[in-house]
Structures are given as C-alpha cells and as structure tokens.
C-alpha cells in the first residue's frame, strides 16, 4: 500500500472584504494561521516512522551490533556525543510530541475532532517511551508546553512516567476510553497506519501496553494485568493488524538511505555479532538482511563493531554491504511502529516467565513464523523443530530475545534496549571503544540541552553520574 505525503499546513482560504479594520485587510489570507487535525496526525505519523527507521539503520543498529561502520564511526566506538549520521533522536522525539500535542488539544476544543484524541495519546505513549528507553529521565510532565509558558521543561523520573497518574499506562487507559466512547460521526482521517481503524487502534494500544509491562517488570508485578490482556486477546495478532506502512522504491517515501550516496551506504557492514548468530541457526535471513561479500559472492562476513579506523587498514569488498531491501528494493521495507511478531515474541517471553497462562512454546514459534514472512524470507522446514532455533533447545529467554532481536533490525533503538533489559543477545565487545570497554546502557542527553535548559540539565546530568552513558534507567536491573 503507497501512501503520498501531502502538504503538511492546510490553509484557511477566506474571502476578505474591503473593511475599515486595518488588521483585516493587512491580514494574508494564504497564510498558515491554523492546522486540521488529519494534516498533523498524517505528519506525525509519517516524520516518526521515517526518522526512527533512518536511526534505526544509522544508530540503532550499531549500539544493537547489527551492522558495523567502516569508517566515520566515533558513535559505533561508543562516543555517543559524537552523533555522525544518526545517534541524536531527542529532537525528532520532541518535535513530534509537541506537533502530537497540537492534535490532542484541538480534539479536546471542538467535537468535530473528537475522534483524533485516542489515536494522539497512543502515539503520546508510544513517542514518550521511546524517549525514556532511550535515555532514562526526560521531560514529560512539562515536555511540549511552551504556550503555556513553560520553555524549560523539569525533567520527570522514569518511574513516574510509566507509573504515574498522567504516566505512559494511564495514558493508554485515557486513549481506550477515548476510542470506546466515542459517538460521533467524524471519521479518523490521516491515518497512514490504520486508515482510520479504530478497532486497530484499540489492537495497538493494547500491543503498546503489553511491551510496556514487559519493559518494567523485573521491578514492578505486571502479571496480573499481562494476564488479563493476554486471556481478552485484543492485541496485534496476525500480519495484517501490524502498525506500519510501507516504504516505497521511489522517492518520495522511499527508505532514506536508498538515496544516500553509495559511499555513504556503504559505510554499513555487517557486524560480526549478527553474522556469527545467523551462521549458527543457519538463518535464510542473511541474505536478506546483507549480501555476500564484493570479493566473494557465496560468503557473507561481519566485521568487529568498533574498529580505530585510522590504525586498521581494511578492504570493504571482505564484508557484506546491507542487502537490496534497504537501497534497491525498499518497496519491501516498513516503517515499524508494533508487529505481530514483537507482540508474540513478549508474550512468548511472559510465558516463559509465568506471568501469563500462555504455551511458551506455541506463541515462540508462532512469533518466529511471523518474523519470517515479514521479512518475506522462506523458513527452512526443520528451523523450529532441531538446531538452535527450536524451542528449548538453548536457554529459551536467549532463543526469545535472540529472534526478537534479529527480526526488530532498523527497528530504531529496540534490539540495544531488550539487549539492556535482558542481556541477550550476547553482544561482543568493541574493537577500539571510547567508552572504557563498556557497553552504553542508555544515550546521554544531548549537549543542546545544556545550552537551552541548563537548570534542569544539570540536575539531570548529576543524577546519571555527569550524564555518563553507563548509567542504568529505573527498569533496567543488573
């Protein structure tokens, strides 16, 4: 399905008479004075999804050892200051939960609009984890209030904004509520995920609640309500419920990095950590992810994350270059908000763990199959039956996690935040870390925010040892 972007800003278009009011005839009627809710929703939906994909592939991947850099790779040696091609999230977080906030503030001034406010506080939610996961304590509470007044915002502890009264779970009870009793008349208009499903609306929010309850639950109880989600199976089930959209070949939402320059995109490799685990299960998935190497068309091979690429002399045509599903071929690609898969890989995990009823097992390989046929790649026959890949076979919360994680690629920062929450997969350590030899386990806080919100940023900084990158956030127990 191809979505085309449209003009972001609607124009009030009015017919201005001849007054005596000065300000009226010196008022342009082309300006952008206001903006319709679908504008926006269409907007924040798209620039997220794209911009997080782009992460996913830039930054995401190289804290998660997906790929590796050849060259330029301060922030794959773990300078994560050092941004490059990606590695700064915090402002496309931000801009969109405030360009967010505007829909959930027009849906609550006129009923015409009602119908958008469960959508934008899902999105709330999800947008506003991702920050936290990422970086531990953030701005919430007073994040995007500068109408109000507020242009340094505090920043809230991470357990208070899972956790709290007007925290990431109560705002997807308000979103359900919203969505549930809902009368009107107006439908959702766009939507790029769900073409104004609300019935898959209510499927997200619940997917969304599950992830979350697993994020935090090695220091809060969530099995109760994990069971309870589990048993009304309103969740995203199969591929057809997945919130996403599809990139196109061409421009204009093709996949960012098809149009990078092939030095550009070529300075992503594959990384030794993924190649060793696909060789190990035999995985098809290699060949779809990463192509053989240029010297060398039937082997594929990673290199070490991390290398000083001023002391190392090495020939790019010895490592696989990212497969044709990320340049040629992005018609295949999605934007991946929340899959089926993720979703039966949770609750395979929750099961495993007793938190829920559910057979491990049944939900693991049904979470492999799906992951499978996303990334439209036949699975052999005997994957999930002998090998490392069969259910109990190997530590089967690694199994889990593992298979997540190599199906969740270019899904922005996910595979490096399960690896911090779970510690698989077993990632290695890096070649020439500026790091001290440690794996970040979250992103500092941008410099920017020392300049524009100094009081709190240093309150902030202090309570991660000087905004160190191997600080561990609230849910993340060793």
Same mark, same amino acid.
Request: hydrophobic content about 45%; charged content about 20%; aromatic content about 14%.
């Given at each position: 399905m191809q979505y085309r972007i449209y003009i972001l800003f609607a124009f009030l278009l009015s017919v201005v008479s001849c007054t005596e009011d000065f300000s009226e005839i010196n008022t342009n009627p082309n300006a952008?004075?206001?903006?319709?809710?679908? $504008?926006l929703l269409r907007q924040v939906l798209f620039d997220y999804g794209e911009q997080m994909s782009f992460e996913g592939f830039v930054a995401g991947n190289l804290l998660g050892q997906h790929f590796a850099m050849v060259d330029f790779n301060l922030f794959d040696r773990h300078s994560l200051l050092e941004p490059q091609f990606g590695g700064n999230p915090w402002n496309l977080i931000y801009t969109n939960l405030r360009d967010n906030e505007i829909i959930i503030q027009k849906s609550r001034e006129s009923e015409a609009f009602a119908v958008y406010e469960g959508p934008a506080l899902i999105m709330k939610a999800y947008m506003a984890s991702a920050a936290t996961d990422i970086f531990g304590d953030v701005p919430f509470s007073q994040a995007v209030s500068g109408k109000d007044g507020i242009i340094a915002p505090s920043y809230d502890n991470q357990e208070e904004i899972y956790n709290g009264s007007e925290g990431l779970l109560a705002l997807l009870d308000e979103a359900i509520e919203s969505i549930e009793g809902y009368q009107g @008349? %107006? =439908?959702?208009?766009?939507?790029?995920? $769900? #073409?104004?499903?609300?019935?898959? !609306?209510?499927?997200? %929010? &619940? *997917?969304?609640?599950?992830?979350?309850?697993?994020?935090?639950s090695d220091v809060v109880n969530t099995s109760a309500e994990l069971e309870q989600l589990f048993l009304e199976g309103n969740y995203i089930l199969i591929a057809d419920q /997945? @919130? =996403?959209? +599809?990139? =196109? /070949? +061409?421009?204009? &939402? /093709? $996949?960012?990095? *098809? %149009?990078?320059?092939?030095?550009d995109f070529n300075l992503f490799v594959m990384s030794e950590t993924i190649q060793e685990i696909l060789?190990?299960?035999? +995985?098809?998935?290699?060949?779809t992810f990463f192509r053989p190497t240029a010297n060398d068309? #039937?082997?594929? @091979?990673?290199?070490? /994350?991390g290398i000083d690429a001023s002391q190392t002399s090495i020939s790019v045509g010895d490592f696989s270059f990212a497969g044709t599903v990320f340049r040629e071929n992005t018609g295949m690609l999605d934007a991946n908000y929340l899959t089926s898969f993720e979703t039966l890989f949770l609750l395979a995990e929750a099961a495993q763990k007793g938190y829920i009823s559910g057979d491990a097992k049944a939900l693991y390989d &049904?979470?492999?199959?799906?992951?499978?046929?996303? !990334?439209q790649t036949e699975m052999p026959a005997d994957y999930l039956t002998s090998g490392p890949a069969a259910f109990g076979n190997d530590d089967e919360l690694k199994q889990i996690i593992t298979q997540k994680w190599l199906a969740n690629i270019t899904n922005g920062y996910e595979g490096w935040i399960e690896f911090r929450r779970t510690g698989f997969p077993d990632l290695q350590p890096i070649s020439a870390s500026l790091n001290n030899g440690l794996l970040p386990v979250r992103m500092p806080y941008p410099i920017s925010e020392a300049a524009l919100n100094g009081? &709190?940023?240093?309150e902030a900084a202090s309570l991660t040892d000087d905004n160190s990158p191997n600080q561990r956030v609230w849910w993340d127990v060793d």
């Open positions: 952008p004075v206001d903006i319709q809710p679908e $504008f @008349a %107006a =439908t959702l208009q766009g939507d790029i995920l $769900f #073409n104004g499903d609300l019935d898959a !609306w209510l499927r997200f %929010a &619940n *997917s969304l609640r599950i992830k979350l309850l697993m994020r935090i /997945n @919130a =996403t959209y +599809d990139f =196109t /070949n +061409d421009q204009p &939402n /093709n $996949f960012r990095l *098809s %149009a990078a320059r092939v030095g060789e190990e299960y035999q +995985d098809p998935r290699i060949g068309p #039937n082997q594929f @091979a990673g290199l070490i /994350n &049904n979470a492999v199959r799906q992951a499978f046929a996303y !990334w009081a &709190n940023f240093q």
